[in-house]
């Protein structure tokens, strides 16, 4: 295909400490067969409570989990569980942005240095780095003031303008945003994605944009996937997963966003919010993992695993509601539109 990121079947399984061996049980199931992959210059967005397993499905695609199981193939190269090699080269290639900006910079280095590391590391000759450095800080809004500055002197939105341009030194082709903007305030959260969008249409950058954060999604990613306990519940076209969610989980996630406008409020989907609390990946609820909580839920929920199903040509859903051999299992079905 012509994807940049494939994600096909991604398992990361991590035993749990003391467990007995060979025992399933004995594993947290973060991510549990996750499949999707994103075209050049686009955004997918992964969304869903913390602890789904969003990060480390990044972290196992950028090799600092090895894979349990599946594949990760980037611009047509297979780079599941990378070898030394490969993710050095690789690293110039796939950058990843963390959460928190501040440890992700050397608190005894000033921003220049801190920039200037990745450039000498491509063999950047000194006499070039301080102009490359400043050219780096223009781009993410900020100047030569910061060359001497340490991090400490900037705030966290600075911080993390900081640890983009640092992503971007390597001239990547995809960035994992790993909730780039959560520990910022919410007016500085909309000028980095403001940012970051273009950025990604001045180098023609793919995201993988992993949040939370459901107000930022809507008008940044082109594709959202729902993640719930280590799995992908629906996929599709951002606008019409938001519009019109159709897996429980998603009406429940996304009937959650405050309604800012009006066309919001005609769409906004009139569903039960979430109840209890998301189930430990280490203990996976049988059949539909989501079961536990779906307002829906009927006996071969808990009993079968659902399969996606495509709805109206549109996203795909893993639930039985959609799936046309369970229509006898449900007297209640959620409106589509
Ligand atoms: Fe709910 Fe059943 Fe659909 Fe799972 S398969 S989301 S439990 S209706
Ligand atoms: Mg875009």
Not at 68 to 88: H, K, P, S
Not at 120 to 144: Q, Y
Not at 179 to 197: C, G, M, R, Y
Not at 209 to 232: K, Q, W
Request: charged share 30%; with cysteine.
């Amino acid at each position: 295909s012509g994807s940049l990121l494939a994600v096909d079947g991604l398992k990361k399984y991590f035993p749990v400490k003391g467990g007995i061996i060979k025992r399933t049980t004995d594993h947290v199931k973060a991510v549990d067969g996750v499949s999707f992959d994103i075209e050049r210059g686009q955004t997918l967005a992964l969304i869903g409570e913390s602890g789904s397993g969003k990060s480390t499905v990044a972290r196992t695609i950028i090799g600092l989990h090895r894979a349990t199981d599946g594949t990760v193939e980037f611009d047509g190269e297979d780079i599941t569980n990378a070898t030394d090699e490969q993710l050095a080269r690789l690293r110039s290639r796939i950058q990843m942005v963390f959460q928190d900006p501040t440890s992700s910079l050397n608190p005894r280095r000033t921003i220049g240095k801190s920039l200037a590391v990745p450039l000498k590391a491509r063999g950047v000759p000194k006499s070039e780095r301080r102009d490359r450095v400043i050219d780096l800080l223009e781009r993410v809004e900020l100047n030569d003031e910061y060359w001497n500055k340490y991090p400490h002197e900037l705030s966290g939105g600075q911080k993390q303008r900081v640890n983009i341009a640092r992503a971007l030194a390597v001239e990547p082709d995809l960035l994992l945003l790993d909730e780039p903007t959560s520990a910022l305030d919410v007016s500085v959260q909309a000028k980095i994605i403001a940012l970051l969008e273009d950025l990604q249409e001045e180098f023609d950058l793919t995201y993988l944009f992993i949040t939370h954060d459901l107000s930022l999604v809507r008008n940044f990613a082109d594709e959202t996937a729902v993640m719930y306990l280590g799995e992908i519940q629906e996929r599709g076209v951002t606008e019409e997963v938001f519009q019109r969610p159709r897996h429980p989980y998603s009406r429940a996630l996304l009937s959650a966003i405050p309604v800012t406008t009006e066309e919001e409020e005609a769409y906004k989907p009139r569903h039960e919010p979430l109840r209890g609390e998301i189930p430990s990946p280490r203990d996976v609820p049988s059949g539909c993992r989501f079961h536990t909580r779906c307002p829906y839920s009927t006996d071969a929920c808990s009993a079968e695993e659902p399969t996606f199903a495509t709805v109206d040509s549109g996203p795909s859903v893993r639930c039985h509601i959609y799936d046309e051999s369970y229509r006898d299992e449900f007297d209640e079905i959620p409106e589509v539109a």
